[in-house]
């Protein structure tokens, strides 16, 4: 009641959105404005100055069957994101399983797998290129000393993505570090019960550790997905010239380029965009209805 | 009797031979993953002749200490520096203030569509980034913003989604008696905010500082996009750009590119305990 008679810069009603007014801002600039514009723009011919030019579905049907490197990197997009999620993901388990319980030197292994986490991506990315350069560069030096040959990995378009997709394994750490927490979190009474009926260890991973850990990996998921649908370092650094056989001309890096080094470019790149937001939210969505029959929540019991 | 004396001491067997296996598992593992970084260290310490000669020398026979300030130079690296370091500061102030501002006022402030407004921004999360890409890019363009710091600053002062929700979670975990003592006293939100709360949730701010370092420390496309002139790029730029010249010296590039992973790197050995519990454990707050 008290409430009432004060003025209304005073009340927790008003005070309320002064507090969250800066991300009413925020997603009113990055989130509503982004998701209209890209709408609208997809439909025109844009350089961003004058006003766009109305091309119905043009951009669409462009993309599809004049533009040639669109289903290359179309192409490219889903086989960087076939490669890394599944890798990351069962790799990171693996090394969390093993990392999970004391052992000699745990801290030191667990510090070691995240350290290329934390280095900044351009710094690591370069450092790849050096790795993969042909003539002096560490893979094929080593490959030299195992008497076999090497190659131009990122030139070459048979190689090209399998190496930039390659170097996610090195930024394990991140998918290794989330898993550990989600183990830990995992009741020890629930593994003491099961050696009391006698389960072996694979029995216990299948019926203990996977359930329990479902709703991480399930976040992980989808986290992953949309990470790799939205890669741009790795193809921007790795090979310079995405362009040249469009084997590593990932989605983000097209989108990119048709915005910024292209004339009237804009309209078209959006159309693009349009087309990554609908694949992710397919993907999410079947990643939901799929969590649905196999995460397990504790409690939904 | 026997075999219950038995038992355990097999089971302990079992259990050493398995860790046996583990710890050399995780070594043949780790070596790989470690040595690309042994590698960049040597070859930036390595001769001109040396970094490439095959077969190669592990162990440069000689330092060259001197390949760090070519590469450095080579790089411009102070100026770039200290332009990183500005907008990394300014980017980490922007988001401390603002996500803790929303995150209270999304967990402490009854509010109209209070629940409304925090389910929408954690929507926010889900939306691919590079959806605004285009359009923030025209906006910033079109305020003549472009090649200036404003566009790479002022998005952190908005509050970014997944701090805010952090922030709001963590609040949500301080019991109400915490601020149900000050506000019998007369204390107004901002004094509940920043003399009870925000001590109380430290470690969040912590990691919220250690995530944004990172995430600007490294950003790439938006300066690409947004820095044009190169007295104003910032260091992730100019080793971008220098990985692309033609002929590049290597050991000098190496040592340059081992400096600019340097902060970084120093962060991560002194805040070992945020990244390792810390960051890990983010995921799981909330989300069950």
Redesign the interface.
Same mark, same amino acid.
């Given at each position: 009641m008290q409430a009432n008679k004060r003025p209304f810069w005073k009340r927790d009603g008003f005070i309320g959105y002064l507090f969250i007014l800066p991300s009413l801002i925020g997603a009113s600039i990055f989130i509503i404005y982004p998701l209209i514009m890209t709408v609208f723009y997809s439909f025109t011919r844009w350089d961003g100055v004058n006003d766009p030019q109305w091309l119905g579905l043009g951009n669409y049907v462009r993309m599809f069957t004049v533009d040639p490197s669109f289903p290359k990197a179309l192409q490219a997009t889903f086989l960087y994101v076939l490669i890394t999620v599944p890798l990351t993901m069962v790799f990171g388990l693996l090394l969390a399983l093993l990392l999970n319980k004391a052992l000699l030197g745990i801290k030191v292994f667990r510090t070691l797998f995240y350290l290329p986490v934390v280095l900044p991506s351009v710094a690591a990315l370069v450092l790849w290129k050096f790795i993969y350069e042909p003539n002096y560069g560490l893979l094929n030096q080593a490959l030299a000393l195992l008497g076999m040959e090497g190659r131009a990995w990122l030139t070459d378009p048979s190689t090209a993505i399998g190496a930039v997709s390659a170097v996610s394994v090195w930024g394990v750490g991140s998918m290794m570090i989330i898993f550990l927490s989600g183990l830990q979190s995992i009741d020890a009474q629930l593994y003491e019960a099961a050696d009391v009926d006698g389960a072996n260890g694979i029995t216990k991973f299948f019926k203990i550790t996977l359930p329990m850990m479902s709703p991480v990996l399930f976040l992980q998921l989808i986290t992953g997905l949309i990470k790799a649908f939205q890669a741009f370092n790795e193809v921007a650094i790795l090979t310079q010239k995405p362009k040249a056989n469009y084997s590593t001309y990932l989605l983000c890096y097209s989108i990119y380029d048709n915005a910024f080094n292209k004339l009237n470019g804009y309209g078209y790149a959006m159309a693009q965009v349009m087309i990554l937001f609908v694949i992710i939210m397919i993907m999410t969505f079947f990643v939901f209805r799929f969590s649905n029959t196999y995460v397990y929540y504790e409690n939904n019991d | 009797m026997s075999t219950a004396t038995v038992r355990p001491r097999s089971a302990k067997q079992k259990k050493l031979v398995w860790?046996i296996l583990?710890?050399l598992?995780?070594l043949v593992?780790?070596v790989p993953?470690?040595?690309?970084?042994l590698?960049?260290i040597t @070859?930036a310490l390595k001769s001109n002749s040396s970094?490439?000669?095959?077969?190669?020398e592990w162990i440069p026979r000689e330092f060259h200490w001197e390949n760090f300030s070519v590469g450095l130079s080579a790089i411009d690296f102070l100026p770039r520096f200290f332009n990183s370091l500005f907008i990394t500061v300014m980017c980490i102030i922007g988001q401390v203030i @603002?996500c803790t501002?929303?995150g209270?006022?999304?967990a402490r402030?009854?509010?109209?569509l209070?629940k409304f407004?925090f389910y929408?921004?954690v929507g926010?999360m889900?939306?691919?980034?590079?959806?605004?890409?285009?359009?923030?890019?025209?906006?910033w363009?079109g305020m003549g913003a472009l090649n200036t710091y404003w566009p790479l600053i002022v998005?952190s002062?908005?509050?970014?989604?997944f701090y805010?929700f952090l922030i709001r979670q963590f609040f949500m975990g301080v019991p109400r008696s915490f601020d149900e003592a000050a506000k019998i006293d007369g204390a107004g939100?901002l004094r509940i905010l920043f003399q009870v709360l925000v001590p109380v949730i430290k470690p969040a701010i912590v990691t919220i500082v250690i995530m944004q370092f990172?995430a600007t420390?490294?950003e790439?496309?938006s300066p690409?996009?947004y820095l044009i002139d190169s007295d104003k790029w910032t260091l992730?730029l100019a080793?971008?750009s220098y990985?692309?010249l033609y002929a590049v010296e290597?050991n000098k590039?190496?040592a340059a590119?081992l400096i600019?992973?340097l902060p @970084?790197?120093i962060?991560?050995f002194v805040c070992?305990k945020y990244?390792?519990?810390g960051?890990?454990?983010l995921?799981?707050t909330g989300?069950?």
């Open positions: - | 860790n583990r710890f598992l995780l593992i780790v993953m470690v040595f690309p970084l590698w960049m @070859s970094v490439l000669a095959i077969p190669p @603002s501002l929303v209270y006022g999304l402030i009854r509010f109209p209070r407004w929408f921004f926010g889900m939306l691919p980034g590079m959806v605004g890409l285009i359009p923030v890019y025209r906006v363009a998005p002062f908005l509050g970014s989604p805010t939100h990172q420390w490294n790439y496309l690409l996009l992730s080793v971008a990985s692309s290597w590039f190496m590119d600019y992973m @970084s790197l962060i991560f070992q990244f390792m519990q960051l890990g454990s995921t799981n989300i069950k």
